[in-house]
Every structure is written in C-alpha cells, then in structure tokens.
C-alpha cells in the first residue's frame, strides 16, 4: 500500500531495517477500489488499506492476513482468507523468542491510540499463548 508523508518515510525506515519486508503494488487497483471507494461503490464495506492487503493477499495466493479492523477482519474471513491480529502476532513472536514482552508492546501502542483492544480479548489472546 503506498501512503504519504511522514507515514511514508517511517514505513521505509521499518523497511530497510527488516529485509523480509518489502513494498508492494497491487496489480488490480479496481479490485481494491470496490471493496473501499464509496463513489465507486456505495456500499463500500471497509477502509482502504484494509482492501489492499486482502487484495495483493488474493493477488499473490496468501492466504493469511494481518488485519486489526473488525470490518476489515469480516471481509477477509468471507473472502476464505485466515486473518491475525497484531496483539496475536506480537504474542506468537514472544512465544517463539522473536520480542521479549508482547504485553508491554500492546501496551504502548494501545496508549499511543494505534490499537484498540478490549482487555478481555487481551487476556485471551495471552492465555492462548501461556502468558496469563
């Protein structure tokens, strides 16, 4: 998904500093555009990064996706894609020895308004992972 400005420049930095990540085009725009763009699509049902990654997910045969947003994560599962969650994501990492402390990165980003959680899916995505 390409972005502007200073989410721009930040996504890059994260970019450089992880290999396994690169950026990516979508090969059908229009595609994206109608799951997004309420002029295109008046019932439009999600926003559009949300779009793009199940997009470029059916367009590259992925079938998981990395998606936070309720209507985002709905649209994905009916399109048979298997979806994950950051706070998920970041608790398998600890599992596995990737970050140390995945509650206190879901902390920080709940504070800093970049993931909304409610602390009972919390408490249940750590239990899944052992750590409460």
Do not use: W
């Amino acid at each position: 998904m390409r972005r502007k400005g200073r989410i721009k420049h930040r996504l890059q930095e994260i970019i450089q500093r992880h290999p396994i990540l690169e950026i990516c085009d979508l090969e059908s725009e229009y595609d994206a555009q109608l799951l997004y763009d309420h002029y295109r699509n008046p019932r439009a049902p999600i926003h559009r990064g949300e779009a793009e990654v199940i997009i470029q997910a059916r367009e590259r045969r992925i079938s998981e996706v990395l998606i936070d947003d309720p209507k985002g994560r709905k649209k994905a599962d009916e399109l048979n894609l298997i979806v994950r969650g950051t706070a998920g994501l970041l608790a398998e990492f600890e599992a596995i020895g990737i970050v140390e402390d995945a509650r206190s990165i879901i902390e920080m980003l709940r504070k800093a308004g970049k993931l909304r959680l409610k602390d009972s899916l919390l408490k249940e995505i750590l239990k899944n992972f052992g750590k409460d």
